[in-house]
């Protein structure tokens, strides 16, 4: 694998959460350099005894609903 890929929200508090796509990794964070450093922990951690991926991608999800009228 030469990429993981987490979908990243922003809670309502401002901080955020971390979720791996296709693997059980999940995490979380007050702040977005915390997150950084909180994410390369979780994967470091999840392929402990395996090669990890060689890059990791942030996929920030903004929900927004707009008014039509």
Known sequence: MNEIVFEVA???D???TAEAIGESIF???DNW???R???KEAVQAFYFDST???SIRL???RDEVLAVA
């Open 52 to 54: 990890p991926p060689a």
């Open 27 to 29: 995490t979380q964070a």
């Open 37 to 39: 450093a909180n994410v």
């Open 33 to 35: 350099d915390e997150l």
């Open 14 to 16: 401002g901080g955020y």
């Open 59 to 61: 996929r920030l999800v």
């Open 10 to 12: 922003q809670e309502s």
